[in-house]
């Protein structure tokens, strides 16, 4: 028998990479939706007969529990969450809700139904915010810059709370940002891709972004997804960072992106706008992947340049293909 992993957040970019990997093992993959009135299985779609799927909540302890017990996991992924940080600041205490009690909800569920279920966290860089290291490692204290890292290190120090009131396999995946041509169109690197692929299809003129000197260290997320089966599958449950070590500002991306579509110069197109400047910033991110390089034997096989060329051409050519033929 093949093991059985519930999936929270697998509509989202992560929950779709993480569905293919553990269906391409042989796992029965279950997965979370919360009701909706539209159709949300866009980056699904391909695998959407291969995964049972479920309805529940994070902000419903009855369905996060009574799920647990119908399913009979071996393993609890939790990637859903309100993840986009602007939005945490017009809707911080919604983002509470989700990003940090929703931890709690779910490994209550556990816990009651089978403290042995292994539970993986979906933690974020964004607790190091104003940084106080660099390199950022699993022990650098946290300084979150928004209400969404405020959220994720409750969720953060909950887990590791679980794993040591209650001899659980609960650990945190500290992950940096990753992204893929599946990335949500409102995180800079798609909506640059997004931006590039419609100037260069004569659809947008310019692209209008906030702060282009932040640095982030940007992965491709299907790299990162086998990081966090990996941490399940060993002996003791430990947090770990995981990272490429690299760090590229937004304006890095830029000039990559427009070469990638042959259009030149980045600054003939990009326009700073106010509106997407944020109240804090995290300025500077890096991560130290050596204790998962060490222990999970992990690394990313996709480079920062390979990514931007990745999502710059998948974007031109689904552009492409909603145009008439010849355009
Ligand atoms: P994403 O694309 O925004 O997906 C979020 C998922 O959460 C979606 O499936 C969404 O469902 C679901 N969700 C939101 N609220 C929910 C609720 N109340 N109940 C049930 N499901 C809910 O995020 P992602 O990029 O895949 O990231 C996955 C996780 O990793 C998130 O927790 C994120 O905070 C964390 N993380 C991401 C990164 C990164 O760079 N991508 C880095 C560090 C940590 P709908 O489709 O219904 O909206
Ligand atoms: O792409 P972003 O919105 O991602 P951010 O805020 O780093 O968060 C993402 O990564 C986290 C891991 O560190 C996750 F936990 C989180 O869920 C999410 O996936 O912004 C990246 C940087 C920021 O410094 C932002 O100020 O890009 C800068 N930026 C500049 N112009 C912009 C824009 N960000 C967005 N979204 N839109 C802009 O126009």
Known sequence: MGKTALITGITGQDGSYL????????????????RTSTDVHERIRHIVEDVEFVSGDLLDQTSMTKIVADTKPDEVYNLAAQSFVPASWMQPVLTGEFTALGVTRVLEAVRAVDPKIRFYQASSSEMFGKVAEVPQREETPF?????????????????????ESYD?????????NHESPRRGKEFVTRKISDGVARIKLGLARELRLGNLDAQRDWGFAGDYVRAMWLMLQQERPEDYVIATGRTHSVREFCRIAFETAGLGSYEEYVKVDPRFIRPAEVDLLIGDPGKAKRVLNWAPEVSFEQLVQMMVEADIDRIRATLPTGS
């Open 19 to 34: 569905a293919e990997l553990l269906l391409g093992m042989g796992y029965r993959v279950v997965g979370m939706t919360r």
């Open 168 to 176: 659980m396999f609960a650990v945190s995946g500290i992950l940096f």
């Open 143 to 163: 300084y979150p810059r928004s209400p969404y890292g405020v959220a994720k290190v409750y969720g953060h120090w909950i887990t590791v709370n679980y794993r």
